[in-house]
């Protein structure tokens, strides 16, 4: 039966009661069961202390902001004391700050309660920021489940490498030439035989980029000895404590590039462009990760 799961549920709507309180909204779930009235009490008032909500629980839904409507809705999940919260895209409805300040309470709850939480999120940033274990899906079909540094570094396929980071992951189609390379664009690379093509996958940190006339002296230079290959800049984000360089290319597609906010690139610019290949992956028709970093030919094997 649903109702004996021990799960309490927060959604996108605040599925609020008008008519009633802050308090006889955090206590109703515990009347219906039949919960001694003493103990209807503790529990909200734990409930409220823990979210700030104290100062509300005489108010009405209507004199709350979205923010507090939503701490309302946690609390009426948390004063069951459930066995699993399950949070379905709670954050949604809030604005930028009101949605950050909302996610550390929710982190802040989970380390006070020590309870399973499954949060269902479109949106990566809360997926990785507070996610122990993340789960990426497909249309309904599981991709991968990891860490956020498992997930982020590791992709086990070419469709979770794609979904998780912004900027996009950088990507080229790589084809085995007549010289049994596999090559595409600027890059000729070491493969495994049996992969007659391939998707080199490269994130926007791990190129680095430097202007084509020379060495950079405006901040220290993060690119290796070797440049990978050359390309004109479309353009620049400046975000304050990063830059967005837009590459034209390599191969049809543009890429991006992250930069420090002192590197200065302009549109037009030509600029030397070095790859982490350490840090890269390549992917095999069937988008699934090989397990051996991508290497150019001409470069040295691992130590």
Not at 98 to 123: K, N, P, Q, S, Y
Not at 260 to 270: F, K, V, Y
Not at 278 to 302: T, V
């Amino acid at each position: 039966m649903p109702a004996a799961r021990d799960v309490s549920m927060v959604f996108q709507s605040y599925a609020l009661y008008p008519h009633m309180t802050v308090a006889g909204n955090l206590g109703f779930g515990l009347r219906v069961r039949g919960t001694p009235r003493d103990e209807i009490e503790r529990r909200v008032a734990n409930a409220a202390a823990a979210l700030g909500l104290a100062e509300l629980l005489s108010r009405k839904p209507g004199e709350l902001s979205g923010g507090q409507r939503q701490r309302v809705a946690l609390g009426r999940a948390m004063v069951r004391d459930p066995g699993v919260f399950l949070f379905d895209e709670p954050l949604s409805n809030l604005d930028a700050e009101l949605r950050l300040r909302t996610r550390d309470e929710i982190a802040a709850l989970h380390r006070r309660l020590g309870t399973t939480m499954i949060f269902v999120t479109h949106d990566q940033v809360e997926a990785l920021s507070l996610g122990q274990r993340v789960a990426v899906m497909d249309r309904g079909r599981l991709q991968q489940v990891g860490t956020p540094d498992e997930v982020y570094r590791r992709p086990r396929n070419l469709f979770v490498a794609g979904f998780v980071g912004s900027p996009t992951i950088n990507r080229i189609p790589l084809v085995r030439d007549e010289g049994g390379r596999l090559a595409g664009g600027p890059f000729a690379l070491h493969g495994p035989p049996e992969l007659d093509r391939a998707t080199l996958a490269v994130r926007p940190e791990d190129l680095a980029v430097v202007p084509a006339g020379g060495h950079d002296s405006s901040e220290a230079s993060d690119a290796t000895e070797v440049s990978d290959f050359r390309a004109a800049v479309l353009r620049v984000e400046a975000l304050g404590s990063e830059q967005r360089v837009h590459l034209e290319g390599p191969g049809d597609a543009a890429w991006v590039a992250r930069a420090g906010p002192a590197r200065r690139i302009a549109p037009s610019d030509r600029v030397n462009v070095s790859v982490a290949w350490e840090r890269s992956h390549l992917f095999g028709p069937d988008g699934h990760r090989e397990e051996a970093a991508p290497r150019p030919i001409g470069r040295p094997g691992p130590g």
